[in-house]
């Protein structure tokens, strides 16, 4: 008999809107077992974005809503917990494009993650001590004011303070958009750190697919809304179809314009 891991986080089918009337994501289900991470691949406005913020309940009136379908976070609905309440309940977004307060220094926008489970001083500054062991380049800024940081020390910023409020998944949003290839690998290495000595499971939103399964154990892949294909890491990237559109040269893809269909599970 197969015994089925944990699963943290399970989607099921799920329909969400992008603002008012956008059907952004369509029918969606994936999970995330504990322990694990699993990358969410495609192109811009496959959606997602859109399916990480539902997740997370930052989808709203204005910015959208899930239509239909259910997201469980270790059992409960999501849909009943607000996005503070999901923090504290160890699930924490890092937002595509960083997010930072500019005017505050890196160490000021490191703490302010740790005020959301109000610790003690003594284990604020543990946290805060902890964070500067995965990303010492931020101990070497942490008196620098966070808007004059280079895009790859914001990201770090940003996962830094996420990282305070002691989550056990993270939802990241694009972690590699606008950033050097070195920085981008840096950040891929910190993640496999922090999932294999802390036990922090991922979530990650990207369109480099290549770098995101070469650290996945699991990937989804959607377009236009759907997942049109899922599997281990190490499956998706024998694939000669997800070699060619999302590994492979543009070239390729271009001259091949199948789109993906099926599931390698």
Not at 104 to 109: C, F, G, I, P, S
Not at 209 to 224: K, P, V
Request: hydrophobic fraction near 40%; charge should be positive; glycine fraction near 10%.
């Amino acid at each position: 008999m197969t015994i089925q891991a944990k699963s943290f986080l399970e989607i099921t089918n799920v329909e969400a809107l992008y603002g008012q009337a956008i059907l952004a994501v369509r029918d969606v289900s994936l999970r995330v077992e504990e322990g694990k991470i699993v990358a969410l691949l495609g192109a811009n406005g496959a959606g997602k974005t859109t399916t990480l913020k539902a997740v997370s309940n930052l989808l709203g009136p204005e910015r959208g809503k899930v239509s239909r379908g259910i997201i469980l976070w270790q059992g409960e609905p999501v849909s009943s917990l607000s996005a503070s309440r999901l923090v504290a309940k160890g699930v924490v977004q890092v937002l595509e494009g960083r997010h930072c307060f500019p005017q505050l220094t890196v160490e000021e926008n490191i703490l302010a993650g740790g005020f959301v489970r109000k610790p003690g001083r003594a284990e604020l500054l543990q946290n805060l001590e902890q964070v500067y062991t995965w990303f010492p380049r931020l101990r070497e800024k942490r008196n620098t004011k966070a808007g004059l940081t280079s895009g790859g020390e914001q990201q770090m910023v940003a996962i830094g303070r996420a990282l305070m409020t002691k989550p056990r998944l993270v939802l990241l949003d694009e972690p590699s958009m606008g950033l050097a290839p070195i920085i981008v690998q840096e950040i891929f290495e910190i993640i496999r750190t922090l999932n294999q000595q802390s036990g922090v499971s991922f979530l990650l939103a990207e369109q480099n697919a290549n770098l995101a399964l070469r650290y996945a154990d699991y990937g989804y892949i959607l377009e236009t809304g759907r997942v049109v294909l899922s599997g281990t890491a190490e499956e998706l990237r024998a694939r000669d179809d997800v070699h060619d559109f999302y590994l492979g040269s543009a070239n390729a893809a271009k001259s091949n314009p199948r789109r993906l269909s099926g599931s390698v599970v």
